[in-house]
């Protein structure tokens, strides 16, 4: 019992899998999506299965008031499962299941996931499979396609700490551990801008590098720059040329305002 909840528990600390407490999954069987989790309950934690064994027993008298109209099936299908055994499906439980009692959760409503002050967690990548925590579950009877069972509601869970993550992803750390490389040094060459500056871009242009001035164009091979004739002289007559003398009339130089 939790918060005066005969139907409700609050788990000590457990290991969290097929941890889908940020987006809804729909059931393999269909349905409508759903947020779920698996807890994984150490064995040693008697009181945790002990509340949860109370509160299984108080869904069950609800279901014969409620859902059984006043009988109680012969066979009632409960969450909770031995990890050291097998499956429904008769398939054994992984590895991370060994010494522990295996119990899903599921909810329409999605959970609050808090830290250890209560506060929410806001990073995705801090909700996993594989972190531990504690969650708090409630358990409910119910009466389905003929099917008659108790089942496990999920409500809030509290992040506790990291564990190692399970479904197979590994960290690049685990991954590329011993085969790491020291990055190549920067080097100072860097292309340079038609007004002289170098063009840097990323975490290098915030450094400081020294001003590179614009060179005054090298004239071509051969050419020789005009030279400005002094004002007040008569310029040099091109190689060649012969001046022309005054046209003659009879005697007399011809002019063209006497005629």
Known sequence: MYQNDALKVLTGEVRLSYCNLLQPRTPQGGGDPKFSVTLL??????KTKGNIDQSIQAAIKEGVSRKWHGHQPPQIHIPIHDGDGTKEN???????????????????????????????IINPS???SGMY???????????SNGKRGVGCGLGNVMKTRDGEALGGHASAQSD?????????PATNTYPVTPG????????????QYPQYAPQAPVPAQGYQPPVDT??????????GYTPQQPYA???????????
């Not at 590329?176 to 190549?184: D, H, K, N, S, W």
């Not at 002094?230 to 190689?239: D, L, N, R, S, V």
Request: glycine share 10%.
């Open 90 to 120: 008769g398939e054994p439980f992984g590895e991370e299941c060994r010494g522990m009692w295996v119990i899903s959760a599921s909810t329409k409503q999605k959970p609050e996931v808090v830290d250890t002050s209560i506060q929410p």
């Open 230 to 239: 002094p004002q007040g002289y008569p310029q040099a007559p091109a190689q």
């Open 41 to 46: 309950i150490p064995k040693v934690d008697t």
């Open 196 to 207: 002289g500056t170098p063009n840097i871009t990323g975490p290098a242009a915030n450094q």
């Open 176 to 184: 590329f551990e011993g085969i790491a490389q020291a990055p190549a």
């Open 126 to 128: 801090d909700i996993y």
């Open 249 to 259: 009339y009879g005697n007399q130089p011809y002019n063209p305002q006497q005629h």
């Open 133 to 143: 925590g504690r969650v708090t579950i409630r358990f409910f009877a119910y009466d």
